[in-house]
C-alpha cells in the first residue's frame, strides 16, 4: 500500500483494493507484491505491448547509433523484476558481463546463456516444474505468458540491432 505513487491502493474490510480512477498504471504494486496476487491488467494482447516497448526502446536508441554501449550484468538471475527492494534467490548461476553495442545481440546472448544453465534447486524455477534443464526456457517456465524471443526478434525485425551474436570470452 506505501509503494503506490498516487495512493490508490487502500484496505477495504481487510483487502488490498485498487482505485482505478487514481490508479495511473505504473505497475508498481505488481512488482512489489510478494504474494504475486496483483497482475498485470493488459488492456492490450502480450504480443502487442512487447512490440509497442521494442519500439519505445529503437524510438530512444535511434538517435544515438554508434554513440551507446550496452552492459549486461547477468548474475543474480532473479525470477521476477529486479527493481524491488526484495528478492527472491537467483534461478541459475552467475554468467558474467556482457558487453555490446547491438543492444539486441546482446540481449539474445544473455537469453541464450541463462537457458544453457541448469536451474538452481530450491527456486522458483524448479516450483515451475519445467525450465531446470540446459535448453529449457526459464523465463517462459517462470512467466507463461510471455514470448521472450518475440523482443528479440521484433527488435530485429525493425533495425534496431540483430540476434546474431559472437561471444569473446575474457579470463
Not at 25 to 50: L, R
Not at 55 to 82: H, Q, R
Amino acid at each position: 500500500i506505501r509503494n503506490c505513487p498516487v495512493n490508490a491502493i487502500s484496505l477495504v474490510n481487510g483487502s488490498a483494493y485498487i482505485d482505478p480512477s487514481i490508479c495511473i498504471g505504473c505497475g508498481e504494486c505488481v512488482s512489489i507484491c510478494q504474494y504475486g496476487v496483483i497482475k498485470p491488467q493488459w488492456g492490450t494482447d502480450m504480443d502487442a505491448f512487447v512490440e509497442r516497448m521494442t519500439e519505445y526502446a529503437y524510438g530512444a536508441y535511434s538517435t544515438k547509433k554508434g554513440k551507446i554501449a550496452f552492459i549486461n550484468f547477468v548474475m543474480n538471475v532473479t525470477p521476477l523484476c529486479d527493481c524491488t527492494p526484495w528478492s527472491d534467490a537467483p534461478i541459475v548461476p552467475d554468467i558474467g558481463i556482457l558487453a555490446s553495442f547491438d543492444p539486441v545481440a546482446i540481449d539474445q546472448a544473455s537469453y541464450d546463456l541463462v537457458n544453457q544453465q541448469f536451474g538452481h534447486r530450491g527456486t522458483a524455477l524448479e516450483e515451475a516444474g519445467y525450465g531446470m534443464n540446459p535448453g529449457e526456457d526459464k523465463f517462459k517456465a517462470l512467466h507463461p505468458e510471455t514470448k521472450g524471443e518475440l523482443q528479440l526478434k521484433y527488435g530485429e525485425e525493425i533495425g534496431l540491432g540483430t540476434r546474431d551474436y559472437e561471444l569473446i570470452e575474457l579470463k
